[in-house]
T-cell receptor, first 117, second 110 residues
């Protein structure tokens, strides 16, 4: 129930194309859904995040689409650029108070995005 | 003005040795974490530490122990290193929802 399933494992897109990464979850106690971007040799960095009371959030070329009933959310990268090549992680936070789950982020398995020039 | 820093960046050691990785955050955050990233890039939480409360992922061997001398530091000590401990270890901190990761320490056990 704590899992977040992410797909695809890897993605190759041409420059200017749209990159789409999908995540699905089971636990209805998740209340915050961030995406992290990790470049080689660096730590993951927060890219964009959404709460389940909205269906979409856009920041520049990056958009999160959220479907609460389907328990799915996705990251769309418009006009993908070679500089977007990185590993992307979706995550979900458990809102439950107490115990070992409180505040803990559960990460998806990661998607390696390659944008060809 | 690095937010979360770790030392060393690379650590190469022999099986059976004991080693430590240091972590410091200057963000004033009250919760710190250690994550392990394996060769397939999967991120697994090991520990979280908040105001003297330590929460341990039950799958982490007790050879791993975090130690926090103060709110800004959470160091990771590893005893009797094994080949399977080779990975990248990330320190992170948070105040509310967002995690801020350090640059990582690549540990190689020979």
């Amino acid at each position: 129930q704590q899992q977040v399933k992410q797909s695809p494992q890897s993605l190759i897109v041409q420059k200017g194309g749209i990159s789409i990464i999908n995540c699905a979850y089971e636990n209805t106690a998740f209340d915050y859904f961030p995406w992290y971007q990790q470049f080689p040799g660096k730590g993951p960095a927060l890219l964009i995040a959404i709460r389940p009371d909205v269906s979409e959030k856009k920041e520049g070329r990056f958009t999160i689409s959220f479907n609460k009933s389907a328990k799915q959310f996705s990251l769309h990268i418009m006009d993908s650029q070679p500089g977007d090549s990185a590993t992307y992680f979706c995550a979900a936070r458990n809102s439950g108070a107490g115990g070992t789950s409180y505040g803990k982020l559960t990460f998806g398995q990661g998607t390696i995005l390659t944008v060809h020039p | 003005d690095t937010a979360v820093s770790q030392t060393p960046k690379y650590l190469v050691t022999q099986m059976g040795n004991d080693k430590s990785i240091k972590c410091e955050q200057n963000l004033g955050h009250d919760t710190m974490y250690w994550y392990k990233q394996d060769s397939k890039k999967f991120l697994k939480i090991m520990f979280s530490y908040n105001n003297k409360e330590l929460i341990i992922n039950e799958t982490v061997p007790n050879r791993f122990s975090p130690k926090s001398p103060d709110k800004a530091h959470l160091n990771l000590h590893i005893n009797s290193l094994e080949l399977g401990d080779s990975a990248v270890y990330f320190c992170a901190s948070s105040r509310t929802s967002s995690l801020f990761f350090g640059p990582g320490t690549r540990l190689t056990v020979l």
